[in-house]
DNA sequence: ACATACGGGACACCCCGTTTAT
DNA sequence: ATAAACGGGGTGTCCCGTATGT
């Protein structure tokens, strides 16, 4: 018996996965421990709290992971451009997987929301470190802190709600065509470089 | 025994707000009768597909009433206006319920998108309805077909994403602030009346 | 499927035997139904009240056997004989079942006294119900009431005190003890037929 | 970290507490080490013979504890008056723990005397101690060796039972009644002082 | 239209024991 | 002697669907 394993890494990120999927009630932890090839009994060792304790982790996780990807789009180019970018890869990853791979966060945050505090909580925070990325890069570019708070929640509104409408009609296009009228509102309100 | 009664009907009503507030795997049958007060033994006579036809039936349900809201809201005002009324009374209505009441169809539009064909079907038809009756509201005002299509799938994108932050954060501010920005950007495109 | 089967009753019994060798916590819901060759899912339809169900009715069942069996040894003989006869075939169940079939409520009530009410007071009808045969049978030969029911007490409790020892001590000895001394006592305290 | 402590100790008692009211199998290794604020980590270390062990050596600790009090009551007092006491005690104990504090031997005896041998034969020395007790009071007061283990052993199989009856009935009365019926028994066979 | 009986299968939880490293 | 990671296996509960009768 090692000293210390990957398997609690590995099931966070094995319910990530599912999570985003099928989302938290239709997840169980027989699927989450098959899935990552982690030993059953370690599950209350690894989490205490349970499901619940899992699944606030995976959200966190795929949280974070996004955050950096949408840094990093940010710095490299005008939120305009990154945010159409953001826009035709989230679409291409959905039909790529045959609409499956949507909002990694949304579906648990609806199903939670008045459920359970702390997946809640976990879901909140990653929402808001991503509209953080936007209205940061926002400001950057000249905008006052108030229309960056404004703008960028309207642009993560826009692109989320893009999202569950994709996934809904099996079409990339409501990404497609959110993506572009995003992409023009933000050329027009956001200074040049 | 009575050759009709409302059961079904009953029943439907019951699963759609179940569903609204806990989706589509959380909530059981047993909590549908229940809450229902309906008979028991008449779920697979009324619904021999199951939970599965029951619930699209729900969304469906949910789908029309929304949008006849939506259509006297339009009938009325300019969309800039039905729109940021839309955002406040959504907005009153998740803060009443403690955050459960949202969007009556993203939950499980997100759970089932992937896994029942007949219940996403239901869902992004009424989704599509919704956006049908915010399009033709713009051509209306003299919008062409391809603005009206694009700016009516913005406006829906960004009160859905709304919906689901709002949720999400447990605050208002979401959707006041999209609805704020959504009017300006609607005023801003639409011809006066 | 059968419209009415008989699972409900082997699911009882089997229950009563394993609880009686085992007592309430170590006899496992699976090993009841395995046992019963019952059908796995159908526990919850015939006992929705539970593990704790179906030991209750096990403990009921089991009291209301033995009832009958005192009762037929009471009259057909001077209590004095029957008590003696009871705990020679006490004993020998015990011995040929290697120790293992003692009272079939003992373990129960002491498991569960402070626990479970719905257990504890099928435990207690049960020897409620011993008792009583004891002391109608006494009561039958000219005793007072009260001389009755104190020395249907002290039989009752010596009995299964010896029960009780006899299992511990893996010997016949207890109950053959105590099975003369009780038979002198009663010879000596109930008058003759 | 210290080389010596009173984990061990304190893991004894907790157990001996835990298990008289609830029984072996009921009594989790969790539940004792958290209620004895011992050591997570040294159960395995303090007792090798892991659980078995821990309850066996409970027993004993118990079986020996109430050997002292036994003995010192029956060195003061006529056997008739220790045994009326020792009914009188007991049942006072039962009714203040809300019929929790029965036999700190009996639960044990009756659940593992078919599964576990080193428990049995705990359970099965501390009530061998108890007789003997008796049994040398009251060859002490005169009686020949045959009465005296005849007469001990029914007098602790009727306490025995008196404390089962009164625990499943939640009443007192069962001890109060087998403890003046003994008392009666005893003051007539054994010589007084 | 409703009621009841029924059953396969999965659910989340947690226990007990072991193994490592202090 | 203590701490902590770890894992195999089993717990009781409950769901959803169906079959049969009224």
Redesign the interface.
């Given at each position: 018996m090692p000293r210390t394993s990957d398997s609690r890494q590995r099931m966070v990120r094995s319910a990530a996965q599912l999570v985003r999927?099928?989302?938290?009630?239709?997840t169980g932890w027989r699927q989450v421990v098959t899935a990552s090839t982690a030993p059953w009994g370690s599950q209350a060792h690894h989490f205490p709290g349970g499901k619940e304790q899992l699944v606030a982790e995976a959200v966190t996780l795929s949280g974070a992971r996004f955050e950096r990807l949408l840094q990093a789009a940010m710095a490299d180019a005008h939120p305009a451009e990154a945010v159409q970018l953001w826009a035709d890869v989230a679409a291409s990853e959905l039909a790529v997987s045959?609409?499956?791979d949507?909002c990694p966060?949304?579906?648990v945050?609806?199903?939670t929301?008045?459920?359970s505090e702390v997946m809640?909580t976990a879901?909140?925070a990653a929402?808001?470190s991503w509209q953080d990325v936007l209205r940061r890069a926002m400001t950057n570019r000249g905008l006052t802190e108030a229309d960056a708070?404004?703008?960028s929640?309207?642009t993560?509104?826009?692109?989320?709600?893009?999202l569950?409408?994709s996934?809904?009609?099996?079409s990339a296009?409501?990404l497609r065509?959110?993506g572009?009228?995003?992409q023009a509102?933000l050329l027009a309100r956001i200074p040049g470089p």
């Open positions: 999927r099928q989302g938290y009630a239709a045959d609409w499956a949507g966060v949304a579906t945050a609806l199903e929301a008045h459920t809640s879901c909140a929402f808001q708070a404004s703008l929640m309207l993560l509104s826009a692109i989320e709600g893009a569950l409408l996934r809904a009609n099996r296009e409501p065509v959110v572009r009228e995003l509102l």
